[in-house]
């Protein structure tokens, strides 16, 4: 089983600031990595596919890069509607599909 | 607009079983793989299992393996999960989301809002 582990687990940014959150995968997993944000009380939604391809109706704000085993999530500006939490999911080798620990950004 | 509810969600005891529905709309449901996936209280999120689109390949996480059965009926557009032997640690909210892909390859870029299910005497 891929170990997906995320980097840091919160990270306190002020509106306006860019955010970068990392993910970390146990052996590679080319680049089938996605990015998912969740909201308190709210299903997860879709960000990032293929490490660095924005899903529908994802603004340019958000950009994924990295391939193999190192990944990272970039807010270039934050939002009030950005804070939120976010989770890296690896479908390179399944079953099981696994999912870091989830990545808490918070306002600073 | 992609839609998908689930239901059928409640309070159980432990060694009880439940069954969940997720209805889909707005796509030709057949046509794409299916998952389950789920979050413990204030938890992340955990991958249970995948069925393809037309139903005849299903995975599951081992954490459930032998108790949880995933299976569609794409003549109602609908997934189920029937969850049998359930323990406390199966509390979680239970999300329905939509796969990329007909085979049980990929991610997902579709959700439901989830089912809670409590384990619990």
């Known amino acids: 089983e891929i170990v997906m582990t995320q980097s840091p687990a919160t990270l306190s940014v002020s509106p306006g600031e860019r955010a970068t959150l990392s993910c970390r995968a146990s052996?590679?997993?080319?680049?089938?990595l996605a990015w998912y944000q969740q909201k308190p009380g709210q299903a997860p939604r879709l960000l990032i596919y293929?490490?660095?391809t924005r899903a529908t109706n994802i603004p340019a704000r958000f950009s994924g890069s990295g391939s193999g085993t190192e990944f990272t999530l970039t807010i270039s500006s934050l939002q009030s509607e950005d804070f939120a939490v976010y989770y890296c999911?690896?479908?390179?080798?399944?079953?099981?599909?696994?999912f870091g620990q989830g990545a808490k950004l918070e306002i600073k | 607009e992609v839609q998908l509810v689930e239901s059928g969600g409640g309070l159980v005891q432990p060694g009880g079983s439940l069954r969940l529905s997720c209805a889909a709309s707005?796509?030709?449901?057949?046509?794409?793989?299916t998952s389950w996936v789920r979050q413990a209280p204030g938890k992340g999120l955990e991958w249970v299992s995948v069925?393809?689109?037309?139903?005849?390949?299903?995975y599951y996480a081992d954490s459930v393996k032998g108790r949880f059965t995933i299976s569609r009926d794409n003549s109602k557009n609908t997934l189920y999960l029937q969850m049998n032997s359930l323990r406390a640690e199966d509390t979680a909210v239970y999300y329905c989301?939509?796969?990329?892909?007909?085979?049980?390859?990929?991610?997902?870029?579709?959700w439901g809002q989830g089912t809670l299910v409590t384990v619990s005497s």
């Open positions: 989301a939509k796969s990329v892909r007909w085979d049980s390859s990929g991610y997902v870029d579709y």
């Open positions: 707005g796509f030709t449901f057949s046509s794409y793989a």
């Open positions: 069925i393809s689109g037309s139903g005849g390949s299903t």
């Open positions: 052996q590679s997993v080319s680049s089938n």
């Open positions: 293929g490490a660095s």
């Open positions: 999911q690896q479908y390179n080798n399944w079953p099981p599909y696994t």
